[in-house]
């Protein structure tokens, strides 16, 4: 997936050159971000999801989110909007670039054993 969020497939990894310049204000689709411009109480929980990037216009598409009162749902707040990347900011609980490295440490939660990538509890 390109960041226009156009998806190619069967590209040949050698047809490809690799991104040398990724700073602060370059998003993907996909990243968890938060509106530098919101303000007030109102605006608490709420993040956005970016659809698509403009590269050269340097504007994301993204839409807005926020949990409801029950915890367990989210709502959608008004339709996809197209903002500055200098008016959002990688989201604090889900900051990750395309060039870091990630890696899942241990199989144990809460002092149980989790199941092996090929075993079903």
Not at 21 to 39: I, W, Y
Not at 74 to 92: F, K, N, Q, R, T
Not at 104 to 114: D, K
């Amino acid at each position: 997936m390109w960041q226009d969020g156009t998806v190619e497939k069967n590209i040949r990894s050698n047809d490809l050159l690799p991104v040398h310049h990724v700073d602060n204000n370059e998003f993907c689709p996909g990243d968890f971000v938060l509106d530098k411009r919101a303000q007030g109480p109102q605006d608490v929980g709420v993040y956005g999801v970016v659809q698509s990037v403009d590269h050269i216009g340097r504007t994301c598409s993204v839409k807005w989110f926020k949990p409801k009162a029950n915890g367990t749902e989210i709502e959608m707040l008004g339709c996809e909007e197209d903002i500055s990347v200098y008016d959002i900011a990688d989201h604090p609980d889900f900051h990750f670039r395309i060039t870091d490295i990630v890696i899942r440490i241990g199989n144990v939660e809460e002092g149980r054993t989790l199941p092996k990538d090929n075993e079903v509890m």
